[in-house]
């Protein structure tokens, strides 16, 4: 049967905002700068993940060279310095494909394992602050008991804009959130970045794109009139 989409969610970092490369980069600096016992590859590892496996993660790998404590707070230091010079810039083609399924009155939710008010900063920091307003919902790691892979934020999503999962595409860059969409029942697209994705996880979903000019291309196909 041919799929057919009726609504599209979007993860944040990596989806919508080309963040990823920023936070490594303050992530980067940090361990060379302060000579830490971190390999610059965890920073793959992490990506999609909720905070308490991320924090389990890095808190493991300092051993005692370093608190978790100052080592998060020094990260995000130099991660906001980056992106107080530099903003919040989108990921090629973002913009506008959130302006554009907007204009043709397709529900939108940005469905995201980061906290609300980092969610309103990046926007307000971005080149088009104006385009928060296109998503109906908003679902962030406060909104859900179960993050990112577990089912949950993308049902809750698929629940909030009224469609069925099976019709919501969705738009991911990591393992976490690839997993979680694809178990909810989602057409789930990957647009690869950070996160490493296995081929097996990848022969799972949907597609894998290149560029958010196939999401309109997919939706011109498969979109519901």
């Not at 992490?46 to 080592?71: C, H, I, R, T």
């Not at 995201?112 to 309103?120: A, H, I, K, L």
């Not at 097996?200 to 291309?217: G, Q």
Request: charged residues 25%.
């Amino acid at each position: 049967m041919k799929p057919v989409i009726k609504a599209v969610a979007l993860d944040k970092d990596g989806v919508v905002f080309d963040t990823e490369r920023l936070i490594y980069r303050a992530f980067r600096e940090l361990i060379v700068r302060e000579r830490l016992p971190i390999r610059p590859e965890l920073f793959e590892e992490l990506v999609g993940k909720p905070p308490q496996v991320y924090l389990q993660v890095l808190n493991e790998a300092l051993g005692q060279a370093m608190s978790l404590d100052d080592f998060i707070a020094r990260w995000f230091a130099l991660r906001d310095e980056i992106f107080a010079n530099e903003g919040a810039p989108f990921m090629p083609g973002a913009d506008a494909l959130i302006a554009s399924l907007h204009a043709r009155g397709v529900p939108l939710a940005l469905v995201t394992g980061d906290f609300r008010r980092n969610v309103e900063r990046d926007f307000a920091r971005s080149s088009r602050p104006e385009l928060f307003a296109c998503f109906a919902h908003v679902i962030t790691y406060e909104d859900v008991a179960n993050p990112k892979p577990d089912p949950e934020p993308y049902r809750r999503a698929a629940e909030a804009l009224g469609v069925d999962p099976a019709n919501l595409l969705v738009v991911e860059d990591s393992p976490p959130g690839v997993e979680a969409a694809i178990t909810a029942g989602c057409l789930t697209l990957i647009l690869p970045g950070y996160g490493m994705i296995s081929p097996d996880l990848a022969a799972r979903a949907w597609r894998t794109i290149r560029h958010h000019d196939e999401v309109l291309r997919l939706f011109d196909e498969y979109g519901s009139r």
